[in-house]
Every structure is written in C-alpha cells, then in structure tokens.
C-alpha cells in the first residue's frame, strides 16, 4: 500500500488526532453544541485543554506556502446585509484571529442568487485557548452570529470552518486546499498568512470512499441517509418532493465536489470551477459525467428560479430526471476504480 511507504505510525497518530480535534473545535464553536450550555463552565473548559494539549504536539513541517490575502469589499445591495453584519463582527472581535477569509462565489464574484452559500474559514489564535474566559467568550460570540449565515442563504448546510493557529504548523489540505483559498478574501486584513503543508492523503482517501460506501447505500436503499432536514432524508426519484430541495441542494452538491476531490487525488489541489472541465481528460466516454453536467446546469439555473419552502422546483426534477442515486453510484464506482490503477502504478 502506498500509504504504508509514506507515512511512519507516529505521523499517523498525530495526524489522526488533528483531524478529530479539527472536528471537536467545529463542534464546540457551532450552534449544534449549544446544549452544553446547561452543564457548568468546568465542562467546556475540559474541552478547552483537551484542544491546547492536542495543539502542543504539532511540528512544523519544512514545506511552506504562504498566501497574501486581499481585503473582502462587502458587496452593495440588501442581499448582503447579512454578509456585512458577519464582517462587522469579526472586525470587532480580530483579536481572536489570525484571520478571517470569505471564499467561494461571494469572494470571487460569481454568487448565483438562490443557491450560493457562505464560505468563511476562520483562524483562531492559539492563545484563545491558554485562558478560560477568551475561550468561552468567543464560544458565546461566534454561537451567537451564525444565524447570518442562513439569512443569506436559508438552505445554507454548514456553519463557518475553524481551523487553530496551530494547525498552520502542520498544514492538511484536507482542511481546505490552498488552490480555494488562494481566491479567497480577508474579512479583517490580516493580510499573509504562511502554511506549512503536512501531507493528507489518508484523509482525502477516507472521505472519498465514504462519499463511495454512502451513495451505494443510496443506489441500494433509493435514501440519501446524510443531512435530514426535520427527520427527512431525500429519496430517489423525487419522492417527497414537497420537502426534499434542502437535502437535493446537498446532494448536487455533493457530486459538483467528486471532481474537485479526484483530480486532488491523482494529481493535485485544484480550483472546484476548473474541475469540472479537468475531470473530462479521465473519461472517453462522457456519458459518465452526465449527472455532473445536470447538477452543474441546475446550479446556474437558480439564478431564475425561486424556491417555496422546501419544495424542489419542477424545472429542476425535469434536468435532474428519475435515478439520480443509480447514476450517481456508477459514475463513483468509475472514480473508484481509476483511482485504484492510479495507486496500483
């Protein structure tokens, strides 16, 4: 195995460890653990020296790449009201960051009405964890400005990103590639910002074969068992419909991200915009990116299209068409396979 010949058992550890306090911090910091709010301070506090204690043990890696981030212009118009109260918030609260940076469409000027989302990535000082009071302060802040993200964009599926200072140290691009950041914009001007870059295949590798193990499971079961809205998963052939277009919107998410993560694999980091026609040199036949194309196609169209509650729109049931689970799951299988002879090689 190639990873065998890679990575040393100890780089493993320290990498595996990295990435589940990758995951706590984003919990802790996120509305979803507000629950712990009953429990005393002592508690999160447990969770604050559990973080710092893991930060201690990140090396510096020699590979460094540093990127100078330009200033994030708040677009003008009532649409962006939200996204101006958001950079408001962190300017005042900059103390606790390395930075702030808005990436994706709202950065580089491409946002679809209807469908974009908010992309922040933000990064904390480590310092915030050496004092009890910095820690639960900014957990109280950042909990409480996270609503914005969903008035920009009701169907948003995830909270900003947090990264450590520390984790600049020994750098996984499974985080986030540099190549999206590089286009990204700072929301407090912080200005450069040096990585130093760890190698991620392991974990680049076990998030592609999930996305594999979870849309077999789809194809098989005609459920989508990942982000239920109210109990509700989406289902194959539009079943449901009247409350599915939250969980659609994930799911044609989903396969606009396959050609971003292959391409990641076999070659390197690249812009998700500049996937979609990179991914076409591993296929001669491009039947097999023809649910690529429709999500694509579906993405742009929002722009025309208004969304009821959770209804998925009929112009959008008519691009998708019926077995979307079915044709998604073949072309993963594809991906899957040319990624395995690019390993066997």
């Not at 020994?170 to 990585?195: D, H």
Request: contains cysteine.
């Amino acid at each position: 195995m190639i990873q065998e010949k890679r990575f040393s058992k100890e780089f493993q550890k320290i990498s595996n460890l990295q990435v589940s306090a990758n995951s706590l911090l984003n919990w802790v910091f996120q509305k979803k653990s507000l629950s712990l709010n009953k429990e005393p301070d002592y508690v999160m506090d447990l969770f604050r020296v559990q973080l710092l204690n893991t930060y201690c043990l990140y090396s510096r890696r020699k590979q460094c790449q540093s990127i100078r981030f330009k200033k994030f212009i708040i677009p003008k118009g009532k649409k962006y009201e939200p996204i101006s109260r958001l950079v408001k918030s962190f300017r005042n609260k900059s103390e606790y960051f390395v930075d702030v940076i808005i990436y994706g469409s709202i950065a580089d000027n491409t946002v679809v009405k209807n469908w974009s989302d908010v992309d922040i990535f933000a990064i904390v000082k480590e310092k915030v964890f050496e004092n009890t009071d910095s820690f639960l302060t900014l957990r109280i802040f950042l909990t409480s400005i996270e609503d914005e993200l969903y008035k920009f964009d009701f169907f948003q599926h995830h909270g900003i990103q947090f990264i450590n200072e520390a984790d600049l140290r020994f750098y996984p691009e499974y985080f986030l590639p540099l190549e999206v950041l590089r286009f990204g914009k700072s929301l407090i001007n912080k200005n450069k910002i040096e990585f130093f870059i760890r190698d991620s295949i392991p974990e680049k590798e076990n998030r592609f074969y999930k996305i594999a193990d979870l849309l077999n499971q789809s194809s098989k079961t005609g459920i989508l068992k990942h982000h239920a809205r109210n109990g509700v998963y989406l289902e194959e052939n539009f079943k449901n419909k009247e409350d599915n277009f939250y969980q659609l919107k994930y799911f044609i998410s989903l396969i606009l991200l396959l050609p971003g993560l292959f391409v990641e694999l076999v070659d390197k980091p690249i812009y998700k915009k500049n996937s979609f026609e990179k991914i076409k040199s591993h296929f001669d036949d491009k039947k097999n990116l023809e649910i690529i194309n429709k999500c694509e196609k579906i993405r742009y169209l929002f722009k025309d299209l208004e969304v009821v509650d959770n209804t998925i729109p009929d112009k959008v049931v008519e691009i998708l068409g019926n077995g979307y689970f079915k044709r998604a799951n073949i072309l993963m299988k594809k991906l899957v396979k040319r990624y395995e002879i690019y390993k066997s090689t």
